[in-house]
């Protein structure tokens, strides 16, 4: 009997530690049809928190305790010019990511993933930043060597030029160390209620 209560209890240890994620990701496309120029989507621990593309020209909240994220009454404002200016920014990826790659039509596709995990129990976060190119892994932050990484050649001209700059690289660091975990904590604690229902957070 005692092996028994033994496992009983680490497997209600092993519930108890959830590993918590916010991800943020970007779509850009080119002569996709029947699809936003550019959309973002926020997640936190895989249900979505926000969204905003080129159609509405908005960052709307997607859960209704998002809505009261931040005592900042213009949050929601800057969030839609941060929305923006990312699409800009994606336009003119793709149009030198075609460049490199010497395309000049057909529907391509630039896409960027970054977000940050965060273990309740042990306290041990990790962070990513990638990028990819019509389904290809395009160029990737490397946390623990602090450096960002190109499978492909079209992008070693992108590495070495963030390499180089060592304000970028230390900035990419501190968000995805300190400042999404920061948010991703205050996510959890505001949304723990509706959370709890997907299962994820205990």
């Not at 009997?1 to 916010?22: A, D, N």
């Not at 309740?120 to 060597?145: A, C, M, P, R």
Request: with cysteine.
């Amino acid at each position: 009997m005692k092996p028994f209560i033994f496992l009983l209890l680490l497997g209600l240890h092993e519930v108890t530690s959830v590993t918590h994620s916010l991800k943020y990701f970007y779509t850009g496309s080119s002569g996709v049809p029947n699809f936003p120029e550019y959309v973002s989507v926020g997640m936190i621990d895989d249900v979505q928190i926000s969204r905003c593309d080129s159609i509405t020209k908005r960052n709307v909240p997607k859960q209704d305790w998002m809505k009261h994220i931040s005592d900042d009454p213009q949050y929601w404002e800057k969030e839609t010019l941060n929305c923006w200016f990312s699409q800009q920014n994606f336009k003119i990826n793709i149009e030198i990511a075609k460049q490199r790659f010497n395309q000049t039509e057909g529907a391509h596709v630039f896409q960027r993933m970054y977000g940050c995990e965060w273990d309740d129990e042990t306290v041990e976060v990790n962070g990513y930043d990638q990028y990819g190119y019509d389904g290809e892994d395009f160029i990737s932050f490397d946390l623990k060597g602090e450096q960002w990484i190109a499978p492909r050649q079209q992008a070693v001209i992108t590495k070495d030029t963030w390499n180089t700059n060592r304000g970028y690289i230390a900035q990419t660091k501190n968000y995805l160390t300190q400042h999404c975990p920061e948010w991703l904590k205050k996510y959890v604690n505001y949304g723990r209620s509706s959370l709890m229902r997907t299962g994820r957070v205990t």
